[in-house]
């Protein structure tokens, strides 16, 4: 995991210690460290703060959203966390392992006490996907740059 | 301004476009706290529909083929006339320099586009609020906003830019559409590096 993570010399982060934090504050995962030994994580205080919290739920609704979610943009991702951790912990640890494919969403969906929660669990990882296919495929830069073609 | 909020704002168009705009960076009403997975349908129909028929007087290849992209923004003004129709849309995001202007849409009646006008005109001088603009809307903007020198693009674009000349506008290549001339209007709270 640690080989995706954008690493930084002592250095680097002291000139680019506002530039990290800004990427950082946008969700991205950095680490410090010297002689290209990686000795510190820096994480987004939300959502991650919650894994140093003593409430259990919001442990694990971190780890749902985020195993399904994982490339969602914080206003998707939130809502997700701040949904999850609102339920009793059998109702979340019923949703682990987290589906990845249409046959286990549909296991879960029957097997869940709560199939109105799997299936918004669901709308939520499909309207992930739809948005990081649009920023991929340039879908939204395009749109974008068409905004300056408006008759007004 | 939290980033990991969605929020949503419905104005009138008979609402004093003079007025106060500058809780577009706020956090508060008129913005409504949303969950993205509960936008309304209908809504989101409205809101494609006036969009597709914005863009198709100018091309008929539409940029956006489902309404799913507008999510890609999380801070959404509607504008509304007096029968409750959607008749103009701003959709923005929030960047480390501010709230950047992603997508607007509007009726053709001169009315909306008058008032969209002076929006635009009015929050792209907000201290924290920028655009990227070319043609029309450069044009429509002119003069009434501040223009950034093309040196910020990189930082504010977080794109590969080649300056030209003039100091303001640069070029870029747009995905699906290729190298066009840009310039950033407004004020973006960018920092040096």
Redesign the interface.
């Known amino acids: 995991m640690t080989a995706q993570l954008e690493f930084h010399g002592i250095a680097d982060a002291r000139e680019k210690l506002s530039e990290i934090i800004d990427a950082v504050s946008r969700g991205q995962v950095h680490t410090l460290g010297r002689r290209k030994q990686r000795m510190v994580l820096m994480l987004p205080l939300e959502p991650y703060g919650r894994l140093f919290s003593a409430n259990l739920q919001s442990k694990l609704a971190l780890i749902i959203a985020t195993q399904l979610l994982s490339e969602a943009p914080p206003h998707i991702m939130l809502p997700a966390i701040r949904e999850l951790e609102s339920l009793p912990i059998d109702q979340l640890v019923a949703l682990i392992p987290t589906p990845t494919d249409d046959r286990s969403w549909a296991t879960l969906q029957r097997s869940h006490s709560d199939p109105g929660l799997v299936k918004r669990l669901r709308k939520r990882q499909e309207l992930c996907r739809a948005l990081v296919e649009a920023q991929t495929s340039g879908i939204i830069d395009a749109a974008e740059h068409g905004t300056s073609s408006i008759e007004l | 301004m939290d980033?990991?909020?969605?929020l949503v704002a419905r104005m009138h168009l008979s609402d004093p476009w003079q007025g106060n705009t500058s809780w577009i960076v706020e956090d508060d009403p008129p913005y409504e706290l949303l969950?993205?997975?509960d936008v309304p349908e209908s809504l989101l129909d409205a809101m494609y529909a006036l969009y597709a028929a914005?863009?198709r007087?100018?091309?008929d290849a539409l940029?956006?083929?489902?309404p799913?992209?507008f999510?890609?923004f999380?801070r959404w003004i509607l504008v509304q006339d007096d029968q409750g129709t959607l008749v103009g849309l701003l959709l923005l995001k929030p960047t480390?320099a501010g709230l950047k202007?992603?997508?607007?849409?509007?009726s053709?009646a001169p009315d909306v586009?008058s008032a969209?006008?002076c929006l635009?005109r009015q929050i792209l001088n907000i201290d924290g609020v920028y655009a990227?603009?070319?043609?029309?809307?450069?044009q429509?903007l002119d003069g009434y906003v501040l223009c950034m020198a093309s040196e910020h693009a990189p930082a504010l674009t977080d794109k590969t830019v080649r300056s030209i000349g003039d100091g303001l506008h640069y070029e870029r290549h747009?995905?699906?559409?290729g190298p066009?001339i840009?310039i950033l209007v407004g004020r973006p709270a960018y920092?040096e590096?």
């Open positions: 980033g990991s909020l969605f969950d993205p997975i914005t863009y007087r100018i091309d940029n956006i083929p489902s799913i992209a999510f890609e999380s480390p202007l992603g997508i607007v849409a509007a053709s586009t969209l006008k635009l990227e603009v070319s043609d029309r809307l450069e429509v747009i995905a699906n559409v066009r840009k920092r590096t």
